[in-house]
């Protein structure tokens, strides 16, 4: 919406209701750039998580909307851990959900698919969560919707947008999303992937939402996680949507990703302002509705700026909780022994003895770390 300014600005000058020295003359100019509207965005969703903050976790407790915490029959030891945690005003992911909505609406441009591709999905899935949250509060424990109705839903929303990802973005200089490209190899390894691009993006975005879920386990863990991850995207969708800097990296270029920073600081903002309530101890809990909707939007975006594979090294703190749980289960059932003391790994540190702020800043220490790692492959290729 904001880039209109910019435009208000063209049609000024077209009709001499302007000069091109005046100071709205080049104020208004600023709009039309994707770094400054990238910046505005993740200031409005951080101002808005501020803003709004305390009177939803206010309204969340006047509903009584508090996290239910698993029986020690379930978890065990964890119980005497979390116990103290019950009651915590939960659904606190409408906060991420509304900020990053709202500042992508006031700073993204409307014309753009992949804009409202990568919105599509954040709240398609965020719907879910929204859904599963509030049948574990009505029914007062920590099931909610079944797993079947979840993975059906979730496959829904994902193949949705794989397809209008694969099919509905425009080409650009014959540069479609549907070839793949990996790291460290500069073109693409097939150049059309087809109707298996739509099933590729599929499961990438199930896999993102639910490895976010599954790393939303403690005070801030998952936030902390997706702010590296959305900050390490930003970086990506402005290279991948400017002409000159994908053609000096050897990165695949397509012009309508250079509106997915925005998106990205705007989820980087809201979970800036979401922390400040998130923090050890927690005043609120994302729940489902913020973990389903930040896995989507993250791997959204890393669909639209074509870095999709490298979601697996800069999301690397969500690989390793999701392979963690698969492990365990894999384990478990064929040899009848768990290879962690729980799962996922950072409930395993938590029982190792590690205090709960020790496992989030260190796992916030090897998210930063994935992050970095993952910028770098854009050197060697």
């Not at 929303?157 to 794989?162: E, K, L, S, T, Y």
């Not at 594979?309 to 492990?327: P, Q």
């Amino acid at each position: 919406m904001m880039y209109w300014l910019y435009e208000l600005r063209e049609w000024m000058l077209a009709h001499d209701w302007m000069s091109g020295d005046a100071a709205l003359y080049k104020i208004l100019n600023l709009f039309k750039y994707h770094t400054f509207r990238a910046g505005g965005a993740a200031i409005t969703s951080f101002a808005l998580s501020l803003m709004y903050g305390d009177k939803l976790i206010c309204k969340l407790i006047s509903l009584k909307i508090g996290q239910p915490i698993r029986t020690a029959e379930e978890v065990h030891r964890l119980a005497e851990l979390h116990g103290k945690k019950a009651g915590t005003p939960t659904m606190g992911g409408i906060l991420l959900l509304g900020a990053i909505v709202l500042s992508t609406l006031l700073w993204a441009k409307w014309d753009n698919i992949m804009v409202w591709i990568v919105l599509f999905t954040t709240v398609g899935l965020g719907a879910l969560g929204f859904r599963d949250d509030y049948l574990k509060i009505s029914k007062k424990n920590s099931k909610g919707v079944s797993a079947r109705t979840k993975l059906v839903w979730q496959t829904s929303v994902a193949v949705m947008a794989g397809f209008a990802f694969a099919y509905l973005v425009p080409s650009d200089n014959n540069h479609t999303l549907r070839a793949l490209y990996i790291p460290f190899v500069k073109d693409a390894v097939i150049t059309d992937m087809g109707i298996f691009a739509v099933a590729m993006f599929s499961l990438i975005i199930v896999g993102a939402s639910n490895a976010v879920n599954l790393t939303d386990g403690l005070d801030g863990l998952a936030t902390g996680c997706s702010l590296t991850t959305a900050l390490a995207y930003t970086g990506f969708g402005y290279i991948c949507g400017n002409a000159k800097y994908s053609d000096y990296l050897g990165v695949a270029h397509h012009s309508l990703a250079n509106e997915l920073p925005i998106i990205a600081m705007a989820l980087a903002g809201a979970c800036l302002g979401f922390l400040w309530f998130n923090a050890h101890p927690a005043r609120m809990f994302m729940g489902d509705t913020g973990s389903l909707a930040l896995g989507g939007c993250i791997a959204a975006i890393a669909i639209g700026c074509k870095q999709e594979i490298v979601l697996a090294l800069v999301g690397g703190v969500f690989v390793m909780e999701a392979m963690s749980v698969i492990i365990q289960v894999v384990s478990f059932k064929k040899r009848g022994k768990r290879v962690f003391r729980m799962a996922p790994i950072h409930h395993h540190f938590e029982l190792g003895g590690w205090h709960e702020n020790q496992v989030i800043v260190r796992f916030w220490i090897m998210s930063l770390l994935f992050a970095l790692l993952g910028l770098a492959t854009l050197k060697l290729r």
